[in-house]
Structure formats: structure tokens, C-alpha cells
């Protein structure tokens, strides 16, 4: 098959109509599609049914320690849950605090605190006329939201295949002290699905910021989110990394079980040095007398350790890998050779990126939504929704079923060509 490159106008125009063709028989079909969000499908949420069954009215809801999860007491957690999500976030258990159901809103609340009470002593950020934050892009749109909906200025800084541009970041968090922090996804990133190398990962630890209060969030929601058994990536563990470089302070992990058990359901964790530790629990034990722990010991009843953990992802991956190779397949036989579009194939995580030509994400999204498939909206993983190029569109294969899928992303491949060739020919 020719590029459209190579094609001449009449070629164009017999492909368009061809593909008009096409586009009206999805119309017909009165498609109600929605693959915007990276949630778990039923299958997957089904996993995790046999943990409704591990306590019941008999059971003994002690923890490790002897003390009664049924009622107040133990701030950051029952010592074998922070035991099994340090083992999942590769930590001591010292260094956690267990909260509620969403690290999303662990994330929320460190920026609120920053705002309100500062970092072990600095000036409390709502003081400063400026905060800016590093945003590693494309990102996840959730993150840009808190940091959006705080007022703090954000700035774009490219992501490559081993994480973000590290030139730039270093030259800006060691010149400019208004920047107190950059959002990572370490591992299989949102919505890239590149794992940081282990190069950039000792760059961010031995980073000399100019804001002593400047933190890295590093969000590791897809720690053990593997699709394959033999393609794994490996992620050097930062806390460890930064203890070496003597920036022991510098970083707050973040994980949850969100994609492991149930998303909104699950429990969730922030990891980081004893000192700001220390910090956070001042405001922690203000803020409430403990969270869920009869969530937590359901939890650690069920998943036992890091096995049980590994032996549950295994399972998701399997429901997971084939919507994956099939959003694949579809989009390596009818895009390859018409140099239209890239898109990456992660070995673990929730996203396939895919990148078009300049200026056609927009247009392709509004086409799908017309034929009644909907997609993240064009933009979202950029600050402000804006792509500057606009040609980055996230797709999420986890929730619909394989047919759906199908569907969505063969309506996605018509609507990626009408558009690029509409471009060529100057059709509005
Ligand atoms: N971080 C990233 C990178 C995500 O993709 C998501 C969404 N699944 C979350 C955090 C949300 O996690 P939680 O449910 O723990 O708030």
C-alpha cells in the first residue's frame, strides 16, 4: 500500500470516498461506545471477588499487633498492610503512611498542605506570589487537574523514551525557586507507557532544586501492572537513590491497590524519608483518627504478600493482554504504511499513546464522537488541555469488551484517514 504521501489526488479522492463508505456504515450502526477512562473491565474487577470473603461476622479482625480493627486507633496503618504495600512500592514500612481509598487524593492533600502549612518549615506556598510545578508530557490529566485547580502555574517539559528531558528539568528546578515540584508516573507511564531509566532516575535523585521545599511526585501507580511474563521493565528504586545522593527528603512516592483490587475501593499509600514523615503525621493526626482498617487487614488477608500480588497481576494481564494486541494489530494494519501515525506498545500500564499528524487530534476525536464513540478528549494529557500539537490521543483498551474494542478502534483508524486526507486535499 501506498502513503498518502505518495498518493496522487485522485488516489486521495477514491480513498476518501471509499472511506465515506465506511464511515456511514458505522453511522447506521447507531454505535453508544465509551472508551475514555483506564478502568477495569468486569472480568478484572471479578478477581477480586473472593476478598469479600475473607472476613465475616466470625472472623478474628485483629491486627498483627492485637489491636481491634473493628475501632479507632493506629494513624498510618496496621503494621502488615504497610507492610505489603512497602513490598509493592519497595520500601520499609517505617517509611509509609497508609490512607484512605485514592493516592489521588493523598496527592491532592500533599499539595493542599504544602499550601496551607509548608514543608518542614518553609513558607507555606498560598504566602508565595508564584508557584510552578514540571509537568512531564503527554501526563496524566487527573494530575494536572490538582495542580490546575491549586493556581500553580505549570510548564511542559517533553518526555522521551527513558523519562522526562532531564536538561531541562535540572536547569529549571536548580534556577528557579517557584518551582516546588514535577509530576512522575515512573513506571509504565500515563499514557505513554515508558518505564524512566535507570540513568534518569540518579539524575532526579542527585537534583540540587533551588526550593528546599521543591518535591518529586513520583506516582507509581503501575509498580507491578506487567502485561508480559518475559518483557518486564525495571525501575530503580528512587527513595534508596536519593538517601545515596544526600537528598534524602527530596521524594514522595505514591501508590495505591487501585488496579490491583478494586479502583475506589482499595487503599492507598505514601512513601518517603522519616523527616517528612514526621512532617506529614503533624498534619495527619489533625486531619483524621486513622483510616479504614478493617479495608486494610481484608487486604493483607487476601493478597497474603508480594506473591499474592504478583499472582493476581498475572491474572489481570491476562484479560489485558489480548485487548492490547488487538488495539495493536488493528492500528499496525491499516496505519503502518500510510506514515500517518506512531504509537507505542508498553509493556505494562493502562494506555496505548498514539500520536497523528500535526493539528488532526481534535478533528479525529470529534469525528469518532459523531459515530458514537468516545474517546479521552483531545488535549487531556497536556496542562490546560491544550497539545501543542495537537496529535496526541490516548486510548484506554481495559473496559470494553474485545468486540467493542474492535469496533472503537477500527472507527478510530476511518476517522484518523478521512482526516489526513481531508488535510491533503484541503477539504474543511
Ligand atoms: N495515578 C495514575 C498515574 C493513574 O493513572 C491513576 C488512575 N488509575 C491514578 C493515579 C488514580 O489512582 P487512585 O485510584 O489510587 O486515586
Known amino acids: 500500500m501506498k502513503s498518502y504521501n505518495e498518493m496522487t489526488k485522485k488516489e486521495l479522492e477514491n480513498e476518501l470516498e471509499n472511506l465515506r463508505k465506511i464511515t456511514k456504515e458505522y453511522k447506521d450502526m447507531d454505535l453508544h461506545l465509551n472508551i475514555q477512562r483506564g478502568i477495569p473491565c468486569q472480568a478484572q474487577l471479578d478477581l477480586s471477588m473472593k476478598m469479600m470473603d475473607v472476613l ?10 492485637g489491636i481491634d480493627c473493628r475501632t479507632y486507633g493506629v494513624l498510618t496503618g496496621i503494621p502488615e498492610c ?3 504495600l512497602g513490598e509493592i512500592i519497595e520500601v520499609p514500612p517505617e ?3 497508609i490512607y484512605g481509598n485514592s493516592s ?3 496527592m491532592f492533600d500533599s499539595i493542599s498542605r504544602s499550601y496551607t502549612h509548608g514543608i518542614l518549615g518553609s513558607t507555606p506556598w498560598c504566602k508565595l506570589d508564584k508557584v510552578k510545578w514540571l509537568c512531564p508530557v503527554p501526563g496524566y490529566d487527573r494530575h494536572f487537574a490538582i495542580t490546575e485547580y491549586f493556581g500553580i502555574e505549570m510548564i511542559n517539559v517533553p518526555l522521551k523514551e527513558d523519562g522526562p528531558d532531564m536538561d531541562i528539568v535540572e536547569k529549571l528546578v536548580s534556577s528557579d525557586p517557584s518551582i516546588k515540584g514535577i509530576w512522575c508516573v515512573p513506571k509504565y507511564s500515563n499514557p505513554d507507557g515508558i518505564t524512566y531509566s535507570n540513568e534518569v532516575v540518579k539524575r532526579f535523585a542527585r537534583l540540587k532544586p533551588a526550593a528546599s521545599d521543591f518535591r518529586i511526585y513520583w506516582d507509581n501507580a503501575y509498580s507491578v501492572h506487567h502485561l508480559y511474563e518475559d518483557k518486564q521493565d525495571f525501575l530503580l528504586e528512587i527513595l534508596d537513590e536519593c538517601k545515596k545522593a544526600g537528598n534524602p527528603d527530596l521524594v514522595y512516592k505514591f501508590t495505591s491497590t487501585s488496579k490491583i483490587s478494586f479502583p475506589g475501593s482499595g487503599i492507598a ?3 518517603t524519608s522519616l523527616n517528612n514523615i514526621q512532617d506529614i503525621k503533624e498534619q495527619f ?6 483510616h479504614d482498617k478493617v479495608n486494610q487487614l481484608r487486604h493483607v488477608r487476601y493478597f497474603k504478600d508480594l506473591n499474592g500480588i504478583k499472582e493476581q497481576m498475572r491474572k489481570h494481564a491476562d484479560i489485558l493482554r489480548p485487548k492490547f494486541e488487538l488495539v495493536e494489530k488493528i492500528l499496525e494494519d491499516n496505519l503502518k504504511d500510510l506514515n500517518i501515525a506512531h504509537w507505542t506498545k508498553p509493556h505494562g500500564g493502562y494506555f496505548i499513546s498514539l500520536y497523528l499528524e500535526e493539528n488532526s487530534a481534535k478533528e479525529v476525536i470529534a469525528r469518532c464522537n459523531k459515530l458514537g464513540v468516545s474517546f479521552t478528549p483531545a488535549g487531556s494529557t497536556y496542562p490546560y488541555h491544550k497539545d501543542p500539537h495537537d496529535n496526541n490521543i490516548r486510548i484506554a483498551p481495559s473496559y470494553p469488551p474485545m468486540k467493542d474494542l474492535e469496533t ?3 472507527v478510530l483508524v476511518n476517522s484518523i484517514k478521512v482526516v489526513a486526507i481531508k488535510h491533503r486535499l484541503n477539504i474543511q
Not at 465475616?56 to 499487633?65: A, H, M, N
Open 82 to 84: 504497610k507492610k505489603l
Open 56 to 65: 465475616s461476622s466470625t472472623s478474628d479482625l485483629s491486627c498483627e499487633d
Open 104 to 106: 489521588l487524593n493523598v
Open 408 to 410: 472503537a478502534i477500527n
Open 285 to 290: 493526626k489533625i486531619q483524621t483518627i486513622g
Open 95 to 97: 517509611n509509609i503512611i
Open 269 to 271: 499509600a505514601i512513601a
